[in-house]
């Protein structure tokens, strides 16, 4: 059996929602403001259907995805929980009422980005009896999908009219809400408000208005409306530097290995392909069995530190796909067969998912991402 696993844990992410309740409800201790757990992307590695099942135990209120594939997935598992899809719907599809019909039997929560998909959406709902869930994104600055700010009122009136939707929410996403800096959060927000107010004067207003991702949960009060969607913070883990420590965290997923191979090396010679390091002294050098194909990035060649035994060993010549090579020292008092950690939670010293990310040149959430499906997932404190 392979012997490389991310190990997660559940005791970890139930810490992390409720530092995530407490936070917003002390803002707010009489409002009740919403959840909606963002798992999208596999639930940032750690695994759609296993994280999304333990966060609607957890009383999670909503559950965000990136596509409609994701949903379907959940959906077979959580038969309650809404399921909020951010991606767009594919119009084109050959047999669209068929299509709209499956996502009517999954009982999805559409994202509306457009007067096309409200339409297409409103027709081929036409034959059911109860109407389609959409949420309305607008496009406050960040540039992606969403109604245009500036047109934004003119086509929800025309959505509003339209009899097979059921109009739930609306919402925007901001562009650098975890940046020290928020004007130009703040001034997507006030972008929003303003059409909030427009749409409400005309008599449209929506049950659940969002906007807060990690960054904006953390820091950004006044974009809570009544609903937050958070995902890297139910992780552990925090979105930029400016926002660290708001509230108190647990990375949920370490990523281990065991030491398969010691062997000794003299001074002068290579590790690894391309002769990336040399050896300044006789020593021992472990190999472990994970590499850029299970999600460890070949630029971390020559800069990660992994721990043994709850002690730092650099990592050696050039990360190849299925092996690292690991400096153990002159002396060494490692076993075959001993935990490596690669990365996780070492108490915010060297292996955090954001220190190798920045290792990287790359932020956390890709690194969270990267770890590839081939890596076991177990699960802990279920
Ligand atoms: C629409 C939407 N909402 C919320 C999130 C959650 O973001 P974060 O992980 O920064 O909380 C994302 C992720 O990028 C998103 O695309």
Request: glycine content about 8%; charged content about 25%.
């Amino acid at each position: 059996m392979n012997p490389t696993r991310a190990e997660i844990d559940f005791a970890k992410l139930a810490f992390n929602v409720e530092q995530v309740r407490r936070h917003i409800h002390g803002e707010f201790p009489k409002k009740k403001i919403k959840i909606c757990g963002v798992v999208k992307a596999n639930a940032y590695g750690h695994g759609l259907e296993e994280i999304s099942k333990k966060l609607v135990e957890l009383g999670i209120d909503f559950l965000g995805v990136a596509n409609y594939d994701e949903a379907i997935r959940l959906r077979k598992l959580i038969p309650n929980t809404p399921i909020l899809v951010f991606g767009t719907l594919i119009h084109s599809k050959l047999e669209p009422a068929k299509y709209v019909s499956i996502l009517h039997k999954h009982d999805l929560t559409a994202t509306v980005a457009s007067l096309d998909t409200a339409k297409f959406l409103d027709i081929y709902s036409r034959r059911f009896k109860k109407r389609f869930k959409i949420h309305i994104e607008v496009d406050t600055g960040m540039r992606r999908i969403g109604l245009d700010f500036k047109r934004a009122y003119r086509t929800i009136q025309q959505i509003a009219v339209l009899k097979n939707l059921e109009l739930e929410g609306i919402f925007t996403h901001f562009a650098s809400s975890e940046e020290k800096n928020k004007s130009f959060s703040k001034l997507q927000l006030k972008r929003f408000n303003k059409l909030l107010a427009e749409l409400k004067k005309a008599g449209i207003e929506f049950p659940l208005v969002h906007s807060a991702n990690s960054g904006a949960v953390l820091d950004l009060r006044e974009s809570y409306f009544n609903m937050v969607r958070p995902g890297l913070l139910l992780y552990g883990y925090y979105p930029g530097n400016s926002v660290k420590n708001k509230i108190s965290l647990k990375p949920i997923m370490n990523l281990k290995s065991k030491v398969t191979f010691i062997k000794k090396i003299d001074k002068g010679e290579s590790v690894s392909y391309n002769q990336k390091y040399f050896a300044s002294k006789p020593e021992f050098i472990g190999s472990v069995p994970i590499g850029y194909g299970d999600g460890y990035q070949r630029k971390l060649t020559n800069k990660a530190r992994v721990s043994i035994n709850k002690k730092l060993y650099k990592q050696v010549g050039a990360v190849t796909m299925d092996w690292i090579m690991v400096e153990l020292g002159k002396r060494y008092k490692i076993n075959i067969g001993d935990d490596v950690m690669l990365m996780g939670d070492d108490n915010g010293n060297e292996l955090g998912a954001d220190k190798i990310a920045q290792m990287c040149g790359t932020i956390t959430y890709e690194i969270l991402c990267a770890v590839a499906d081939r890596v076991e997932r177990v699960y802990l404190n279920g």
